[in-house]
């Protein structure tokens, strides 16, 4: 039987994640506005299964729709969708629920798993790491705000591009001591 984190934990963890890794290497330079001002959720799901998970992914949706001080809301679940081919199949899930919930265009989901990997990559490589998370999460992101953000960034368009040399020129294992320190 494994031991799970408690939510406190695991929620520490994630923000460590948040500020030291997507704030402090400014993989997303949208990220440091909403943290500064507190309008991160940290949500932990106690699922277990990917029913369960939905059902949590719902009730998410509606808090964000009925509260506008959160800007983005972390669904972090560590006890389901370990495998990340099973969590990338569940993505498909998760945007058909935000379109049968009639918040498509309103509300958008973005991935991150411990072992992200895109495709046309080997799981050690570094570029990776901008979407590895100490676990699985779904982001979620007024799409509004997020096209204002990226509106008014210059060369938005060059984001990915510029995170991937920055993955490369750190280095897997440098990336993986970061992601393991979170969890101290």
């Not at 500064?36 to 959720?41: F, P, Q, S, T």
């Not at 972090?76 to 569940?90: K, R």
């Not at 935000?98 to 958008?108: A, E, I, S």
């Not at 490589?125 to 960034?153: F, G, Q």
Request: aromatic content about 10%.
């Amino acid at each position: 039987m494994s031991h799970q984190p408690n939510e406190i934990a695991i929620i520490n963890t994630v923000q460590g994640w948040v500020e030291t890794f997507v704030v402090g290497l400014n993989v997303c330079p949208f990220a440091k506005r909403e943290v500064v001002k507190n309008r991160v959720r940290y949500c932990v799901s106690q699922a277990d299964t990917r029913e369960l998970l939905t059902a949590d992914l719902e009730r998410e949706l509606d808090h964000l729709k009925e509260n506008d001080a959160v800007e983005t809301s972390l669904l972090i679940h560590p006890g389901v969708l370990q495998d990340f081919y099973d969590y990338n199949d569940y993505l498909h899930t998760a945007d058909t629920l935000v379109r049968d919930m009639g918040l498509d265009g309103v509300f958008q989901v973005a991935s991150f798993h411990p072992n992200y990997q895109f495709a046309g990559t080997e799981p050690a490589d570094a570029e990776n790491y901008t979407n590895r998370s100490p676990y699985p999460i779904l982001h979620l992101l007024r799409e509004k705000s997020l096209t204002v953000a990226i509106d008014a960034y210059p060369d938005a368009g060059d984001i990915p591009n510029n995170n991937i040399k920055l993955m490369n020129g750190l280095g897997g294992e440098y990336l993986q001591n970061i992601l393991k320190q979170c969890f101290k």
